[in-house]
Nanobody
Framework: EVQLVESGGGLVQTGGSLNLSCSASGFTFSSVAMTWVRQAPGKGLEWVATIDGRYGLVFYAKSVKGRFTLSRDNAKNTLYLQLNSMKTEDTAEYYC??????????????????????WGQGTQVHVSS
């Protein structure tokens, strides 16, 4: 059974940092592209970043590029998202997601639930001014 479990969310002030983690199980983590998606209050699902499985290539949304860093530890089956220089607009529920067999890449539209097969339960991030 595929499981994705996020952790690391919390309350932080503008300009602060957080490190989110996603522990994965039930599939060959090292060969699968992994993605973070977020949903701000009252808004749709927004693609944040993706790291592919084979080469470790990373793709970022323009809204987070230069501030967020996506990485993975295949030995630990864990995905990380380092959030730096945080802004109030980063306030959202952050989800670790994947679609087995898909290649990594970027998204230029709102994410739909069926874009990915597996979703974690989410971790809440709140940035206060």
């Amino acid at each position: 059974e595929v499981q994705l479990v996020e952790s690391g969310g919390g309350l932080v002030q503008t300009g602060g940092s957080l490190n989110l983690s996603c522990s994965a199980s039930g599939f060959t983590f090292s060969s699968v592209a992994m993605t973070w998606v977020r949903q701000a209050p009252g808004k749709g699902l927004e693609w944040v970043a993706t790291i592919d499985g084979r080469y470790g290539l990373v793709f970022y949304a323009k809204s987070v590029k230069g501030r967020f860093t996506l990485s993975r530890d295949n030995a630990k089956n864990t995905l990380y998202l380092q959030l730096n220089s945080m802004k109030t607009e980063d306030t959202a529920e952050y989800y670790c997601v994947t679609k087995l067999g898909s290649a990594g890449g970027s998204w230029d539209r709102e994410i739909r639930k069926d874009d990915f097969d597996y979703w974690g339960q989410g971790t809440q991030v709140h940035v206060s001014s």
